[in-house]
């Protein structure tokens, strides 16, 4: 299952840069090139045991899951949306450069007169060659039984309608069906909106990724947690 072509979409840096400039969004501009100079980000890393339930969640609209096609990009992805932000900017220049990867398994969730509205990558372990290549450390490579939920993407008008919920049971369920005892994720530890949906399906903290810039030079460091290590908003 490849992804679709992205042809027309600016996707190395330096394109993306001098993009970004065209569009006189100077902030975000200057905004990377501090974050390449001097910033600590961290991530946490989270699992979920597929092997436990997961009933299936409620929505509030109709839904289909199927694998992500040409025309779907400019809907979900466009940079000339209008009153695009900065961090909304970012995310889907991000997205792009993945779709370019042929890093293979995007899915779409599309409403039920197919409107895609929602997409995230299934990653498995056969993967890994591209993972290292694309991602250059910033994603641990997956073990026998892991399966990746990356790029996790929901257009801004759909994101009240419990769809990353019916989202992540149908890929625990093609998780299982292929073999996976384990989905891993990675949340931003400032993103609690996130950190909460994933704890209410079942995701636990399961290692730290300290990502470093230091004069345009970028070190990982992974640090693996306790059991049972709570949430960064649980003693709140």
């Given at each position: 299952?490849?992804?679709?072509?992205?042809?027309?979409?600016e996707?190395?840096?330096?394109?993306?840069?001098i993009?970004?400039?065209?569009?006189?969004?100077?902030?975000l501009?200057?905004?990377?090139?501090?974050?390449?100079?001097?910033?600590?980000?961290?991530?946490?890393?989270?699992r979920?045991?597929?092997t436990?339930?997961?009933?299936q969640?409620?929505?509030?609209?109709s839904?289909?899951l199927?694998?992500?096609?040409?025309?779907?990009?400019?809907?979900?992805?466009?940079?000339?949306?209008?009153d695009?932000n900065?961090?909304?900017?970012?995310?889907?220049?991000?997205?792009l450069?993945?779709l370019?990867?042929d890093?293979?398994?995007?899915?779409?969730?599309?409403?039920?007169?197919?409107?895609?509205?929602?997409?995230?990558?299934?990653?498995?372990?056969?993967?890994?060659?591209?993972?290292?290549?694309?991602?250059k450390?910033?994603?641990?490579p997956?073990t026998?039984?892991?399966?990746?939920?990356?790029?996790?993407?929901?257009?801004?008008?759909?994101?009240?309608?419990?769809?990353q919920h019916?989202?992540r049971?149908?890929?625990?369920?093609?998780?299982?069906?292929l073999?996976?005892k384990?989905?891993?994720?990675?949340?931003h530890?400032?993103?609690i909106?996130?950190?909460?949906?994933?704890?209410?399906?079942?995701?636990?903290p399961?290692?730290?990724?300290?990502?470093?810039w230091?004069?345009?030079?970028?070190?990982?460091?992974?640090?693996?947690l306790?059991?049972?290590t709570?949430?960064?908003?649980?003693?709140?």
């Amino acid at each position: 299952m490849g992804n679709p072509s992205a042809t027309n979409y600016e996707i190395s840096w330096v394109k993306i840069l001098i993009s970004i400039l065209m569009r006189r969004r100077f902030p975000l501009f200057f905004a990377e090139i501090r974050k390449r100079l001097y910033s600590d980000i961290v991530y946490y890393i989270l699992r979920r045991d597929l092997t436990l339930p997961f009933p299936q969640p409620k929505t509030n609209i109709s839904l289909t899951l199927r694998p992500i096609q040409g025309e779907d990009v400019p809907k979900l992805l466009s940079l000339e949306a209008p009153d695009l932000n900065n961090a909304e900017i970012l995310e889907r220049i991000n997205l792009l450069r993945i779709l370019k990867s042929d890093i293979h398994s995007c899915y779409v969730v599309a409403t039920d007169d197919g409107i895609p509205c929602s997409m995230a990558w299934l990653i498995l372990p056969a993967e890994n060659n591209k993972i290292r290549h694309f991602f250059k450390g910033k994603i641990l490579p997956l073990t026998p039984g892991e399966v990746l939920f990356e790029g996790v993407f929901t257009l801004e008008k759909y994101r009240k309608f419990g769809i990353q919920h019916w989202r992540r049971w149908q890929f625990f369920e093609k998780g299982v069906q292929l073999g996976a005892k384990w989905a891993v994720t990675y949340i931003h530890n400032s993103n609690i909106p996130s950190l909460k949906s994933v704890k209410r399906d079942g995701y636990e903290p399961y290692m730290v990724r300290k990502e470093k810039w230091r004069f345009f030079w970028r070190t990982f460091t992974f640090t693996k947690l306790p059991p049972q290590t709570p949430f960064p908003f649980d003693n709140v």
